[in-house]
C-alpha cells in the first residue's frame, strides 16, 4: 500500500491511509507524506496507536527535534515521558493526577487554546508538528486548524500592499502572560528571546504566499504599538474566520500532523477536570 488521501475539507487537511507510521518509513513513504503535507497542510492518520519510542521515530523521519518552551520550562516542571523531545499535551501532572488549576502546566494548556502557531516565537520555528491523542474529555478539547494561505488569497488588494513590507515580533511568554501567568524569573525570559518575521511569507513546499499571524505575535515593528496590535488583532480574526478552519473531534489513536508554516491552530475548551491527554512532537523548520 502507499499514500491515499482524502480531503476533509474543502480548502486543506486530508486524511491519510495506506501508511503505518508505526513502523520506520521507507524513503517513498516519507516523499509522499511531505507531499501530502505541502499540498493539505494538515494529514490526520486514525487509528495507528502509537508507542512513545515509535512517535519518536516518526518524528525523526522529517527532521531534527524541536524542543520549544521545554528550554524555559525544563527546571520547573517536570517531565512524564522517556524522551525529553516528547512535549505534553495534557493536563495530568508528573504523578498521573489532574494538575493544579494555577500550576504551569495547566497554564500551558490555556495558552493553547489560543491561535498559533507552534514555536513561532524562535528561530528556527518548529516545521511540523505531530500530536497523538491517548485519553479525551467527554465534551469539548477538539483542536482547531487555519489556513494561512487561504487567509492570505482572500485579503484585500489594500491590506496586502499595506502589510507586505511589514514585520512582526513574536515572544513566547506573551500568551502565558496575557492569561495571568506572570511567575517568570528574569533568566527564563532571556532563555527565550523575542525574534522577527515578515507579516507576509511564502511556503516553501507549496510556493504560495500566506499571512503570519498568531498570538505569540506582540507588536508590528516600527508601528504605534496600540494600532499594531489592532491590526495584528483584525489580521488574526481575518485568518480564523469559519470557511478557513477546520475542527478536529479526537479519537484516541489519532495522529495528526501539521505545517506550522502554514496553519494556525488552537484546542477548544473542555473541563479541565477531566484527563485529556495528548502527545506532540515538533521538528525544527531547517533545511
Ligand atoms: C499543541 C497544541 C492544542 C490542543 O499540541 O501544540 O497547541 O488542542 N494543542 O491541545
Ligand atoms: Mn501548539
Known sequence: MSLQTRALHPLFVAEATGVDIRAPLSAADRDAIVQAMDRYAVLVFRDQPLSEAQQIEFALSF????????????SRVAHRFSHEAL??????????????????????????????????FQQPAARYS?????????????????????????????????????????FALYSRMNLGDNAYTEEEKARLPAVRWPLVRTHPG??????????????????????????????????????????????????????????????????????????RTSTEDVQ
Open 206 to 279: 507549496s510556493g504560495r504566499q500566506l499571512l503570519w499571524v498568531g498570538i505569540h505575535a506582540t507588536r508590528v515593528i516600527d508601528m504605534h504599538l496600540g494600532e499594531g496590535r489592532l491590526l495584528l488583532a483584525e489580521l488574526l480574526e481575518h485568518a480564523t474566520q469559519r470557511e478557513f478552519v477546520y475542527r478536529h473531534q479526537w479519537q484516541v489513536g489519532d495522529t495528526l500532523m501539521w505545517d506550522n508554516r502554514a496553519t494556525l491552530h488552537r484546542g477548544r475548551r473542555y473541563d479541565l477536570t477531566e484527563r485529556r491527554e495528548l502527545r
Open 63 to 74: 527532521g531534527p527535534l524541536d524542543l520549544g518552551l521545554r528550554k524555559v520550562n525544563k
Open 130 to 170: 505531530m500530536l497523538h491523542s491517548v485519553v479525551n474529555p467527554g465534551q469539548g478539547g477538539e483542536t482547531e486548524f487555519a489556513d494561512l494561505r487561504a487567509a492570505w488569497d482572500a485579503l484585500p488588494e489594500d491590506i496586502k500592499a499595506l502589510i507586505s513590507p511589514l514585520e512582526s515580533e513574536h
Open 87 to 120: 512535549i505534553d499535551i495534557s493536563n495530568v501532572d508528573v504523578n498521573g493526577k489532574i494538575a493544579d488549576r494555577n500550576s504551569r502546566k495547566m497554564y500551558s494548556q490555556l495558552a493553547n487554546q489560543l491561535w498559533h502557531s507552534d514555536s513561532s
